[in-house]
């Protein structure tokens, strides 16, 4: 699961972001980071950095694609990425998705944390005030958030038209933007469901539901969920679906080294004729799996059933 955060200064976005990384062990991409570890590491590419930045000119895409290529393998290793920072530009968008693209990868969340920009200044400027952090400095601040404003409002329309952006009240609570963030991530109600039972997802997408198969043997450790489909995902690929009043999908599927699923098949469709297993198998991309292990060692190939739900389950 590759997920974009944007949020202006003072937003709470990085207090977002840290939360990602240590509940569900995403990894962080953030651009001023790499560039400065790359510089530290002494590598091919750290050096091109450190030469750009001391003739003074700006780090060009293509330094900035790689730097995150050479961190991918580590962030598809934990689950996901959280890009932050990046892209600012349709260009740079262009490019991310691109380089995800050819490693059967993609962007699957961008989640806007939308405040008022006066209410936002007031609160710099009385913490200014307060503390005294030179960051906080209200002529500076309000020059950073104009900026901000300005890079974001092209990249909004281009990741809605893919149907994943979802938008945050960035002046809420930490924990009400932390709920919005995992609806958009798709993250399941619960982390350890019944085998078999599907667990149904609320408002108008798609929810997830898992239940492990046949598992091997003693000593070993099940599959588990890392994340499901999101229903940004589900609204841009299955409009027709992602609206209707309720339908359901069971599928059996295999879960590879690399967490995804594959010979996915129905097991079961509710109602039958109305596109919803076509619908189901598609979704099934989205899943990512911890593959069970045995004495430690992964083990590929094992079975395991999702339920995806799309609309609004009716009340039992």
Do not use: W
């Amino acid at each position: 699961m590759n997920l974009i955060l944007f949020g202006p200064p003072a937003a709470g976005k990085g207090t977002q972001a840290k939360r990602l990384v240590e509940e569900k062990g995403m990894i962080q991409l953030s651009t001023g980071d790499m560039l400065r570890a790359a510089i530290a590491s002494g590598s091919e590419l750290g050096l091109k950095v450190k030469d750009v930045l001391a003739r003074g000119d700006l780090v060009t895409d293509e330094i900035v694609i790689a730097l995150i290529e050479d961190r991918l393998p580590e962030a598809e290793a934990a689950g996901g990425a959280i890009f932050d920072g990046f892209p600012r530009t349709v260009a740079q968008a262009e490019a991310l998705d691109a380089m995800l693209a050819k490693r059967g990868a993609q962007i699957d969340a961008v989640v806007r944390l939308k405040v008022d920009d006066a209410a936002l200044l007031e609160r710099v400027a009385k913490r200014y005030a307060e503390q005294g952090r030179p960051d906080d400095n209200p002529e500076t601040f309000a020059v950073r958030l104009d900026a901000y404003n300005r890079n974001t409002a092209p990249l909004l329309p281009y990741y809605e038209a893919q149907g994943k952006l979802t938008e945050a009240d960035g002046m809420g609570s930490i924990e009400s933007v932390a709920k919005a963030i995992d609806e958009a991530l798709g993250v399941a109600p619960s982390p350890s469901p019944e085998p078999g039972l599907g667990q149904g997802g609320q408002g108008t997408g798609a929810g997830s539901g898992v239940g492990a198969g046949s598992g091997p043997g003693s000593g070993s450790a099940g599959p588990r969920l890392i994340t499901g489909p999101s229903m940004a995902q589900v609204r841009a690929n299955h409009p027709r679906q992602a609206r209707s009043r309720y339908g359901r999908v069971e599928l059996s599927c295999r879960i590879r080294l690399d967490s995804r699923l594959e010979a996915c098949r129905v097991v079961e469709e509710t109602p039958v004729g109305l596109g919803f297993g076509a619908a189901g198998l598609a979704v099934a991309d989205y899943f990512r799996f911890q593959p069970p292990t045995e004495n430690g060692r992964p083990l590929e190939g094992q079975q395991v059933t999702v339920g995806v739900d799309f609309g609004i389950p009716p009340r039992r």
